[in-house]
C-alpha cells in the first residue's frame, strides 16, 4: 500500500538540533529497502501561496489555508505492506522526534492496475526544467463545490502541457495517523496534524516556468472553485550534508518570504 508522510511541527514541538539529524541513515534505509518512491523538503510556510476561485476572480493569499502555526515542512511517498509498517518507517524519521509525522494511506481506486505508482517510474531521473511546486489539493466541507467540472478534465490537459508530474488523491482525515517519537517512546494518535475546517484532500507535483504560472495551473483546478489551492515550493535537502551547517547558511532565509509577493485578485 502506498502512504504519504507529511512533516509537521505539530502540537507538542521540541527544540530542532542539526548534530542529531539522522535524516541521511533513514534515506538509506528506505531506498534499500525498496520502500521510497519519492521525497522532497517544501519551503516554509510563509513562501506557500493559497488560491482560491471565487466568482470568477481568482485570489492569492501568502502563506497556506491554516491559520495554525503549523505546515507542511517536507513528504514522503512510501509503499509498504500496511499500515503498521508506515507508522514504523514514520517513526524513525528524525521529524518524529521534534515534530509530527502524519501518515495518510492513498486513495485505492477498485478499477486501477494493480502495478500502478503513484509515482512514475524515471522520476527522480527526470531533468529539471523549470520550478516545482507541490500542489495540496485543500477541500472544504462548507464551501462550494466545483459544479459539474471533472478533475479529470484539468488532468488531462496538465499532462498534455507537460505540467504535471504526477498526482493522487488522499484518504479523509479520518483514515490520517499522527506518530511521534518523545523520549524513545513512539506516540500513535487517530487525525490529521492541523484541526483546521479545510483538509489535504490529494497532491499533484507540478513543473512550471514560476509562481506566475503555478497560479494559472492551481485556479484551473475544480477544487479551487470550492475548496483551495496551496502551492508549496520544494527546499532542495542533501541528506550527507553538514546539517549544522546548513542550518546556519539557511538561518537568513527563515522567516521572510522568498517568493514573488501575493495578494491580489487576478
Not at 513562501?47 to 505546515?71: N, Y
Request: glycine content about 10%; overall charge negative.
Amino acid at each position: 500500500m502506498e502512504y504519504l508522510l507529511l512533516y509537521a511541527e505539530g502540537t507538542d514541538p521540541q527544540p530542532y538540533d542539526p548534530a542529531d539529524d539522522t535524516i541521511a541513515a533513514w534515506v538509506a534505509d528506505v531506498e534499500a529497502r525498496g520502500v521510497s518512491e519519492f521525497g522532497e523538503r517544501l519551503r516554509p510556510g510563509q513562501d506557500a501561496t493559497t488560491v482560491r476561485v471565487r466568482e470568477g476572480r481568482t485570489l492569492t493569499t501568502e502563506g497556506p489555508f491554516t491559520e495554525a502555526k503549523e505546515w507542511v515542512g517536507g513528504l514522503d511517498i512510501i509503499d509498504c505492506r500496511d499500515l503498521d509498517e508506515a507508522i514504523a518507517i514514520a517513526a524513525r524519521h528524525p521529524v518524529a522526534r521534534f515534530g509530527t509525522v502524519e501518515v495518510r494511506p492513498f486513495v485505492r481506486w477498485p478499477d486501477a492496475d494493480p502495478g500502478a505508482r503513484v509515482v512514475p517510474p524515471g522520476l527522480a531521473d527526470r531533468p529539471v526544467k523549470g520550478k516545482r511546486y507541490v500542489m495540496f489539493v485543500c477541500a472544504d466541507p462548507f464551501g462550494e463545490t466545483g459544479g459539474q467540472d471533472d478533475p479529470e478534465t484539468w488532468v488531462e490537459e496538465m499532462d498534455g502541457r507537460g505540467v504535471r508530474l504526477f498526482g493522487e488523491v488522499l484518504r479523509p482525515p479520518a483514515d490520517a495517523t499522527q506518530v511521534r517519537d518523545r523520549g524513545g517512546r513512539v506516540l500513535v494518535t487517530d487525525g490529521p496534524f492541523t484541526e483546521a475546517k479545510e483538509w489535504i484532500a490529494g497532491l499533484d507535483l507540478i513543473e512550471v516556468r514560476g509562481l506566475g504560472e503555478a497560479i494559472e495551473v492551481a485556479a484551473a483546478h475544480p477544487m479551487a472553485r470550492g475548496g483551495s489551492i496551496v502551492l508549496s515550493p520544494l527546499w532542495p535537502l542533501d541528506p550527507e550534508d553538514d546539517h549544522v551547517a546548513r542550518a546556519e547558511r539557511e538561518a537568513p532565509e527563515r522567516g521572510r518570504r522568498l517568493e514573488p509577493r501575493v495578494g491580489v485578485e487576478r
